[in-house]
């Protein structure tokens, strides 16, 4: 009854921003990723009937409060799906900041649902690993996949229309994403937070939902051609508008600080230089940036320079879900 599974993170280029379900997480709108191969997660899961409850380590640490409750609450999820009632014993491996904006419970979620489904032998499709995956964090349901990946909101009440699917696998086209780390603090305002502060109060969401078909749209054909221009400019768009939502908040918040503008600013300075280069920031402070890979030196070194930045991860597009 034990599995080990390894998950990429994702970035997405359409945010995901808004639930209309909170307990099954169901978005208010469409996202796209990119699954990036820089940063995973590898989880084992064991079923055991000796355990009185869930055990999770973290890095090879004991980890209790909150981020358990969130391991736990997923794993009552698994155990109702498979209908059996064993408790686990879960190991899991970031190569990913923490909690940092990059997005660790994506390849975190993905994972631990891969690892566990998988300890239960059920034989499960991708599409539905993925509506399993989305029950613990949204973002997670985009890494069952490499590539290119659209998170369909779907509309019904159960959710049962609400996974990811891949628009073109990894080895469509290689565009690439550099991390700007500034800061591997966790965030003061998690995604959830953010999120519902933003749904319940921002006078700009209204107009972030209206905008999201068109760049939706728009972003798929430019991946399917290939446009790498077209895909930037509405990356970077899309980024800017989901964090202006968080501006006309109740009460206000944003998740950039100094350094978060000053490698903004290098991005479109690389541009002014003839580089295409575009910005993309999720919940927190760090900053991604995508970039062609002839450029690949000067916009690490560019990125290098710029104050604030501790540390630059350089990924290719990367695979979905792997077992070991
Ligand atoms: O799934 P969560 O709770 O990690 O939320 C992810 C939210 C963003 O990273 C800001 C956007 C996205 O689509 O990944």
Not at 60 to 76: A, M, N
Request: hydrophobic content about 40%.
């Amino acid at each position: 009854m034990q599995a080990t599974a390894l998950a990429h993170t994702n970035i997405a280029l359409i945010k995901y921003w808004g639930k209309r379900h909170d307990a099954l997480i169901l978005p208010t709108n469409n996202s796209l990723s990119i699954t990036l191969d820089g940063f995973y997660t590898t989880t084992s899961v064991t079923f055991q009937d000796d355990l009185k409850q869930d055990e999770f380590y973290l890095n090879d640490q004991w980890i209790t409060g909150v981020p358990y409750k969130r391991v736990t609450t997923f794993l009552d999820v698994v155990r109702s799906y498979a209908q059996r009632q064993l408790y686990a014993h879960v190991e899991s491996f970031n190569k990913v900041p923490t909690a940092a904006g990059f997005a660790s419970s994506a390849s975190g979620f993905a994972a631990l649902a891969a690892a566990a489904t998988r300890a239960l032998d059920l034989n499960i499709s991708h599409e539905e690993l993925s509506r399993l995956t989305r029950q613990g964090s949204g973002s997670a349901c985009r890494s069952i996949y490499g590539g290119f990946v659209e998170w369909h909101k779907g509309t019904k009440t159960d959710g049962s229309d609400s996974y990811a699917v891949q628009i073109a696998n990894e080895n469509h086209w290689d565009i690439r994403v550099a991390a700007a780390v500034l800061t591997a603090d966790e965030k003061d305002i998690s995604s959830r937070e953010g999120m519902k502060r933003t749904v319940d109060t921002s006078v700009f969401y209204q107009g972030w939902l209206d905008s999201i078909p068109r760049d939706l749209e728009e972003m798929k054909q430019g991946i399917i051609s290939k446009d790498f221009e077209k895909v930037g400019r509405i990356t970077e768009a899309n980024c800017l508008k989901m964090h202006a939502t968080t501006l006309g908040a109740q009460p206000p918040f944003t998740y950039w600080n100094a350094s978060t503008m000053a490698v903004m600013e290098t991005v479109l300075e690389l541009r002014t230089q003839g580089i295409p280069a575009f910005f993309t920031i999720d919940a927190g402070p760090n900053v991604k940036v995508l970039y062609l890979p002839q450029h690949e030196e000067k916009v690490e070194k560019m990125l290098r320079e710029t104050k604030g930045v501790a540390d630059v991860i350089l990924s290719r597009t990367g695979s979905g879900i792997s077992y070991k």
